[in-house]
């Protein structure tokens, strides 16, 4: 019964060649947040649905992309991956936006 | 965004001692939150405080607010393998979470 789906778990693309990660929820909540978590760090936020509000972080490379066709789904798109991008993506579902967060497994994510 | 920063960076204990992360801010904090990490896993949500002071007990685990909303704790008493994970600390600022670099727990059984 999870609520948080990502597909998949382990994903693996070749230098410059564009990949999707995909989320789904079954929570109906409202926010969808994408997340980079490198190796024995703290995850660090990419971007944010609020419904259909898009927002993304200053610091986020152009590189990635998202998109939410629905409440349910989450995609998040990285046009030319680099030998830097390899890391676990998480995305997270909550409620609201001051409300906890519910993670996926998360996607590993290596580059070739 | 808001940074809060996170110590220790690592514990390593025996089994049945006790655990403390801090988390501590210059500025004063709306709210914190709590997640945990398990190796391999996804973060899970423990906690959230939010008044000046508070403190909420979820069996060995109890988690503090500062008075000021500067600083936050989370302590578990003896410690068992299972707690064994990262402890992140969280802060809300604006619309998003802005994480502490977490503390790693080991337990020796």
């Known amino acids: 019964d999870a609520m948080v789906i990502q597909n998949p778990r382990y994903q693996v693309t070749q230098f410059g060649k564009p990949v999707t990660l995909s989320c789904s929820q079954t929570?109906?909540?409202?926010?969808m947040y994408w997340y980079q978590q490198k190796s024995s760090q703290a995850p660090k936020l990419l971007f944010h649905y609020y419904d259909k509000d898009f927002n993304n972080e200053a610091d986020t490379p152009d590189n990635f992309q998202s998109r939410r066709p629905n409440t349910s789904f989450c995609f998040l798109d990285i046009r030319s991956p680099g030998l830097g991008d390899a890391a676990m993506y998480l995305c997270?579902?909550?409620?609201?936006?001051?409300?906890?967060?519910?993670f996926g497994d998360g996607t590993r994510l290596s580059i070739l | 965004g808001q940074q809060v920063m996170q110590i220790p960076q690592y514990q390593h204990v025996q089994e049945g001692e006790d655990f403390t992360t801090y988390c501590n801010s210059s500025?004063?904090?709306?709210?914190i939150q709590w997640y945990k990490q398990r190796p391999g896993g996804h973060p899970v949500f423990l906690i959230q405080l939010v008044k000046s002071g508070e403190v909420k007990k979820q069996k060995r685990l109890t988690f503090q607010f500062g008075e000021a909303k500067k600083n936050s704790s989370l302590h578990i008493t003896a410690t068992q393998t299972t707690d064994v994970g990262t402890y992140f600390c969280?802060?809300?600022?604006?619309?998003?979470?802005?994480f502490g670099a977490g503390t790693i727990l080991r337990v020796k059984s």
């Open positions: 500025t004063t904090l709306s709210n």
């Open positions: 929570l109906n909540h409202n926010v």
């Open positions: 969280a802060n809300l600022y604006g619309n998003k979470l802005v």
């Open positions: 997270a579902t909550s409620r609201g936006s001051n409300q906890p967060q519910h």
